[in-house]
């Protein structure tokens, strides 16, 4: 089963910027299409950002213009650079395949925005 390592997160202000990174053990990386998704308390789990195997990417429209999507199949890993980030981005940023069935979830890794 592929495990996920999520990390990146942090405390940043307002404006600030941070980079996440997310790597996926086994040998099939370069043939699956990535996700973000992220949680808030209390409210449900929802998608951010995709990268899918030919390069292509799509956004939540509230992350639209701030925040990047990357992978290196060659590392197996997974990117996203969020700039600009805002109070309302703070909640555990979780990376996975962008369809079902979902690999294990990994832990997270919290980001927590202060304005």
């Known amino acids: 089963q592929v495990q996920l390592v999520e990390t990146g997160g942090g405390l940043v202000q307002a404006g600030g910027s941070l980079r996440l990174s997310c790597v996926a053990s086994g040998s099939a990386f370069s043939m699956i299409a990535m996700a973000w998704y992220r949680q808030a308390p209390g409210k449900p789990r929802e998608l951010v950002a995709a990268i899918f195997t030919n390069g292509g990417t799509n956004y939540a429209d509230s992350v639209k213009g701030r925040f990047t999507i990357s992978r290196d199949n060659a590392k197996n890993t997974a990117y996203l650079q969020m700039n600009r980030l805002k109070p309302e981005d703070t909640a555990v940023y979780y990376c996975?395949?962008?369809?079902?069935?979902?690999?294990?979830w990994g832990q997270g890794t919290q980001v927590t925005v202060s304005s």
């Open positions: 996975n395949r962008r369809f079902e069935p979902w690999y294990n």
